[in-house]
């Protein structure tokens, strides 16, 4: 049995490689508290982290691409963790619906490029988190190798 686990997916954003942004992986490595937290992703990683950093007093934008938070839960419990999240206690800002087209660095620590049907736009943030989805550890271990097929879902 093959219990490799799994990884952060990165996802392929320009300008990405030129900040040094926070994951899952690495997120213990940093000290210090961003004022301002972009969170790519409105998964149940993204939204557990964000939580974390509100409530050690960083402000948080999520951006999600498709229309709910926790897109792989129900319509129903999207809704609900929206209301408690943001409308309720209004801890956590979400952008819905909106694509990250490009990070760069800035003085204020990054800008961000935003595309949504409104158009593109761009804000300054602190530092910016990466929850975009898991990658499982099984691309190197040469599993054709031994006649082993691979879902395809997970190699991109
Ligand atoms: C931020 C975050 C929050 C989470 N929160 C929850 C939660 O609240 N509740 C929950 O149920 N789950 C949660 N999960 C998911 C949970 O961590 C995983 O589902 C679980 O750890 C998977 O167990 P695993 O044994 O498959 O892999 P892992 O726990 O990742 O263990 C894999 C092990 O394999 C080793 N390994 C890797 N490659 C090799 C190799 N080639 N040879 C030998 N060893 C190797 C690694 O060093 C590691 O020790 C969370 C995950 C993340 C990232």
């Known amino acids: 049995m093959l219990d490799t686990g799994t990884r952060s997916l990165i996802p392929h954003v320009p300008g990405l490689g030129e900040i040094e942004f926070i994951h899952a992986g690495n997120w213990l490595e940093h000290s210090t508290l961003p004022e ?3 969170v790519i992703g409105g998964g149940y990683i993204a939204l557990e982290m964000s939580q974390f950093y509100r409530r050690l007093g960083s402000r948080v ?5 498709s229309e709910q938070i926790a897109a792989h839960e129900e319509i129903q419990m ?11 206690k209004k801890e956590l800002f979400f952008t819905l619906s909106t694509e990250v087209v490009s990070t760069r660095p800035s ?17 300054a943030a602190a ?3 990466v929850a975009t989805g898991r990658l499982p550890n099984t691309d190197d271990l040469g599993l054709e190798s031994v ?7 997970w190699h991109r």
């Not at 609900?80 to 309720?88: A, P, Q």
């Not at 490029?113 to 736009?121: D, H, P, R, V, Y």
């Not at 006649?147 to 879902?153: E, L, T």
């Open 36 to 38: 301002h937290l972009a």
């Open 61 to 65: 934008t999520v951006i999600e691409q």
């Open 107 to 123: 003085a204020e620590g990054v800008r961000v490029s935003l595309k949504s049907n409104e158009g593109i736009e761009e804000f």
């Open 147 to 153: 006649g082993v097929k691979a879902s395809k879902r």
């Open 127 to 129: 530092h910016v988190l």
């Open 78 to 88: 999207s809704r609900s963790s929206s209301r408690n999240c943001w409308k309720k």
